[in-house]
């Protein structure tokens, strides 16, 4: 039975996921790539690993197994770089950084721009996720440092503040609510909408209105939460931005802006890793210069949904 590193890892990133489509994604591979490498991880064992229905996926007791020992290994392997990189002070390090959106356009780039100034031989691979996804790829050795709400499952990971984010409406000013301090969604939801082009941010935005049983009415997607709040003043459409971003767009467009006032809306940001020992050095150096305190080797409370 020969299993290579990506075999494992593309493994726990389906389990975790649920999703051979997702976890194929989260390592990096394409969809039939990644399902000629499952099929022949069971075919050289021959037995199966993956339970395969119309819902997704979910391991076999063979694949449990299997994902007991493939989580030793990606564990190992990480102590391994934390004391190879303690060597290796010449060379460059790459530190696999997730965050959600918010965290990427809103926070990170003033609290990541002097760290990385200072430390000119590691380079950082950012990728913007959902925070469900981001947990469950710290949790299982995808990413070494996550950026997400605590409003989700961060069962088992190590939490540290980072940022309160909270979203906003922008509208034109003679919009109905344009005097108003605080909206729920459930009021607009009969508006039409600007939304965020392929943003987990949006997509999080969706899976809110979809909870109360409708689709926004969107009329188009933008890239940048300015180019929203340029649209948002001429009428085109509401838009939900961060409070922050809306702030800074309101000194240059003619927008008002009014907070969401339902609980999702506001979201701590809490900087998350599996383990600070698992960190190779940089990273570990890093998740201390984000974290708003400094770390504690103490687990989360239950879980909330985002």
Not at 110 to 139: F, N, Y
Not at 219 to 248: K, Q, Y
Not at 277 to 301: G, I, M, S, V
Request: hydrophobic fraction near 45%; proline fraction near 5%.
């Amino acid at each position: 039975m020969r299993f290579d590193l990506t075999d494992l890892r593309l493994f726990l990133a389906v389990v975790d996921a649920g999703s051979i489509t997702h976890g194929a994604a989260d390592v990096g591979l394409s969809l039939p790539a990644a399902s000629e490498r499952l099929r022949d991880m069971e075919a050289n064992g021959g037995v199966q690993l993956l339970e395969r229905g119309r819902r997704g996926v979910r391991p076999t007791p063979a694949g449990e197994a299997l994902v007991h020992h493939a989580r030793l290994i990606q564990r190992q392997l990480a102590q391994m770089r934390g004391e190879l990189g303690e060597h290796a002070s010449g060379l460059r390090a790459t530190i696999r950084l997730l965050a959600n959106t918010a965290s990427i356009t809103e926070f990170l780039p003033k609290r990541l721009a002097p760290w990385m100034a200072g430390h000119p031989r590691v380079d950082i691979e950012l990728k913007e996720r959902q925070s469900g996804e981001i947990a469950r790829a710290v949790s299982v050795g995808l990413a070494d440092i996550g950026i997400l709400s605590d409003a989700v499952d961060t069962t088992g990971l190590l939490l540290q503040p980072f940022a309160t984010d909270r979203l906003a409406v922008v509208m034109p000013r003679d919009h109905p609510h344009a005097a108003t301090k605080r909206v729920a969604f459930a009021d607009i939801l009969h508006e039409h909408f600007i939304g965020i082009a392929g943003g987990a941010l949006q997509e999080h935005i969706d899976a809110q209105a979809a909870r109360l049983g409708t689709r926004l009415k969107m009329r188009v997607r933008l890239r940048t939460f300015e180019s929203i709040c340029e649209m948002a003043a001429h009428g085109i459409g509401l838009g939900i931005v961060p409070e922050a971003a809306a702030r800074r767009c309101s000194r240059s467009v003619s927008i008002a802006v009014c907070r969401l006032a339902d609980d999702w809306a506001t979201r701590r940001l809490s900087v998350c890793a599996r383990s600070l020992d698992d960190l190779p050095q940089p990273a570990r150096n890093l998740f201390e210069h984000l974290a708003a305190t400094k770390p504690r080797p103490t687990l989360e409370k239950p879980p909330r949904i985002e």
